[in-house]
């Protein structure tokens, strides 16, 4: 079994965007700029709008946060966002998730130009990536098919088997992953929770990226010797240690690591490739890459 190093491999990549960035200001340019909205005081969103930054200061990019009370109404919400679209100094935003639940969050994502929506949840985005254009691609997704060509996975004609069809990883990662591309040019099931026989499909996998938000749900039994598992899960689970808590994903991993060829540990397999990938959309939109 293998591990694959998501830190390490994300590290890799943040030293290339770094050296990038570098050049940009010795060449007496500014560096490209991405900014977060953040509202409320949720503590989940408000760590990772934190590490975006911290990762964004690590390579040079700059880094702005709008914050907002959770009772902003909608109406000014949709306002900040169209700031940010007319903003020319900042390339990329997104808007941190969830939002308070009197503001509708399709509204606002679908407010965002697509053009700056280096989170790739817009529906021009999304249609692009359903259709194999140029697109900015959501983070999570880009990340795991970063990993995948990073570790030299063969996926050609290999079954991917995806738990989840979220808007934000099963549903775009089982595009990426049938795109005549590679990684891709695999043959995808993609399960949810209607879905029959579950580990029946998910025991066909040569690939299985689990990505159903339940805490070690994915157990040896589900899976085939020799399978690459991707978990993208994040689980904070309270225990007696000296923190409190310890962070665990969607797949058992202590039963299911020794049946795989290769497996991402939780922390540090999906989770900062997500971010890197953010980053690396925030260099596309500043290049101008995609064409809108
Ligand atoms: P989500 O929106 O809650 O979607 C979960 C999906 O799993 C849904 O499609 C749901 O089916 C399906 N599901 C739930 N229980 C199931 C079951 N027992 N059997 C089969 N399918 C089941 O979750 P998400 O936003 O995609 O996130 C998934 C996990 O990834 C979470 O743990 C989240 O914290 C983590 N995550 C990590 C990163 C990262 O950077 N590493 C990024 C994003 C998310 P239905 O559609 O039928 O309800």
New binding site residues.
């Given amino acids: 079994m293998e591990l694959i190093d998501g830190k390490q491999i994300s590290e890799e990549i943040k030293k290339e965007i770094a050296v990038k960035t570098s050049a940009i200001i010795d060449a007496g340019g500014e560096p490209p700029h991405l900014a977060a909205i953040l509202v409320g005081e949720d503590p989940a969103s408000q760590t990772y709008v934190a590490s975006k930054e911290r990762s964004c200061k690590a390579v040079g990019i700059t880094s702005s946060i709008y914050r907002y009370p959770a009772n902003i109404s909608e109406e000014l919400l949709l306002e900040a966002v169209d700031f940010l679209n007319n903003d020319e100094e900042v390339n990329g935003f997104i808007v941190q998730l969830p939002l308070p639940k009197h503001i509708n969050a399709d509204k606002v994502l679908q407010r965002i130009s697509p053009a700056k929506d280096v989170d790739g949840f817009h529906p021009v985005n999304m249609g692009r990536l359903a259709l194999g254009l140029p697109s900015y691609l959501p983070a999570?997704p880009a990340g795991i098919m970063l990993l995948l060509e990073k570790s030299g996975i063969e996926t050609e004609g290999k079954h991917c088997v995806i738990?989840?069809?979220?808007n934000?990883?099963?549903t775009p990662m089982s595009l990426l992953m049938s795109r005549k591309s590679n990684p891709g040019n695999s043959t995808v099931t993609l399960?949810?929770?209607?879905?029959k026989n579950?580990s029946e499909i998910t025991r066909q996998a040569d690939i299985l990226i689990a990505?159903?938000?339940?805490p070690e749900?994915v157990k040896a039994d589900m899976v085939k010797a020799g399978a690459v598992v991707i978990d993208?899960?994040?689980?904070r689970i309270e225990d007696s240690s000296e923190k409190g808590y310890h962070i665990t994903g969607?797949v058992d991993f202590d039963a299911v690591a020794p049946k795989c060829s290769y497996i991402t540990p939780v922390p540090g397999g999906?989770?900062p490739m997500?971010i890197v990938s953010l980053l690396l959309n925030t260099f596309k939109s500043f290049n101008k890459e995609i064409y809108f």
């Fill in positions: 999570t738990l989840g069809r979220s934000i990883v099963g399960c949810h929770s209607k879905t579950l990505a159903i938000g339940q749900f993208v899960g994040i689980h969607d999906v989770g997500t």
